[in-house]
């Protein structure tokens, strides 16, 4: 009998579609979102799907919506925690192997949440600025992506803490980011290949 291999899902950070939270409601301390959207339909359970930066599972499907659970860990690490009916949602189904990486590799497991600062207005864009927690500081490099509620974009301006993105009107008009304001909190995952090269220099220092 053959073997069945399984892989993580991966993304490539370009947002489909959005969609709306439009059930909340709490179990044994997971918490599980109705989620509608106009890809609702073409959805099937066990699916993996990017909710905002966020891998979660397809549980049921409806003709308009569908549903998934977050655990307590991904409730606290995650902007899920305080998601309510109404929240506006990116979504994003897993890559295939033959399609084009038009983003980067994400795999929807969210590093930390970063706070909007500052957002002003650019050329007919925006530049949004945020701030993140500072041990993630080696990961976050000047022109490199990073992955924000679910939408690779590539950061400038970097400091210890903070680092800005350039949003273009065809992205803005198309995710979240249209309710994006001061205070705002988002899914952070930093780049995979980073976090590789960190780990391996971090190893290879205590060996020595």
């Given amino acids: 009998m053959a073997q069945k291999v399984e892989f993580c899902a991966m993304f490539t950070g370009i947002v489909e579609t959005t969609g709306k939270v439009v059930g909340v409601s709490t179990q044994a301390g997971n918490t599980s979102f109705w ?26 499907v409806l003709p308009d919506r569908h549903r998934v659970t977050a655990i307590p860990e991904t409730l606290a690490k995650t902007t899920l925690g ?19 990486l038009d983003g980067h590799i994400v795999q929807g497991h969210v590093d930390a949440t970063g706070t909007c600062v500052a957002v002003s207005q650019d ?3 925006l530049v949004c600025r945020f701030r993140f927690p500072e041990q993630f500081a080696p990961l976050v490099v000047e022109k490199g992506s990073v992955c ?4 690779s974009l590539t950061v400038f301006d970097v400091s ?3 680092f800005s993105v350039g949003i273009i009107p065809y992205t803005f008009e198309h995710t979240n980011l249209k309710h994006l304001n001061t205070g705002t909190l988002v899914n952070l995952e930093f780049d995979l290949v ?7 220099m971090q190893t290879r220092a205590y060996s020595i």
């Fill in 194 to 200: 980073g976090k590789y090269l960190l780990r391996f």
């Fill in 123 to 125: 050329n007919g864009g």
């Fill in 148 to 151: 924000l509620d679910g939408i």
């Fill in 160 to 162: 210890r803490d903070e």
């Fill in 35 to 60: 989620i509608s959207s106009p890809i609702a339909a073409e959805l099937k359970t066990d699916q993996s799907v990017s909710h905002s930066g966020v891998c979660l599972t397809v549980e049921e």
């Fill in 82 to 100: 305080q998601w309510q009916e109404g929240q506006v949602v990116n979504l994003e189904r897993c890559m295939v192997l033959n399609g084009r």
